[in-house]
Nanobody, 124 residues
Framework: QVQLVESGGGLVQAGGSLRLSCAVSGGTFSSYTMAWFRQAPGKEREFVAHVSRSGDLTNYAGSVKGRFTISRDNAKNAAYLQMNNLQPEDTAVYFC?????????????????WGQGTQVTVSS
């Protein structure tokens, strides 16, 4: 059984930084494309970033490009999201997802496994 556990969320002031981690167990981590999504209250889950299985290809939502960086460490079975210059509109629950396929996607329903989420709150 594949399990994903996110950590690293918290409360930060606008302009601050956080680093989210996603630990994966129970599967072959290097065979999954990984992604981060977020969901604010009353809104749909939205794509933030994804990374290919090898880690060499990444893609970002326009709203976070240049501020967020997704990465992975296949030796540690973990994915990360470095978030810089956080803004109040970044406030949401952040989820990591794993997709058992070669090609990353930005649609949340194409991901096979999910973590429980970690809250990120940015104050103005």
């Amino acid at each position: 059984q594949v399990q994903l556990v996110e950590s690293g969320g918290g409360l930060v002031q606008a302009g601050g930084s956080l680093r989210l981690s996603c630990a994966v167990s129970g599967g072959t981590f290097s065979s999954y494309t990984m992604a981060w999504f977020r969901q604010a209250p009353g809104k749909e889950r939205e794509f933030v970033a994804h990374v290919s299985r090898s880690g060499d290809l990444t893609n970002y939502a326009g709203s976070v490009k240049g501020r967020f960086t997704i990465s992975r460490d296949n030796a540690k079975n973990a994915a990360y999201l470095q978030m810089n210059n956080l803004q109040p509109e970044d406030t949401a629950v952040y989820f990591c997802g794993a997709r058992a396929a070669m090609v990353p996607r930005s649609s949340w329903y194409t991901y096979d496994y999910w973590g429980q989420g970690t809250q990120v709150t940015v104050s103005s």
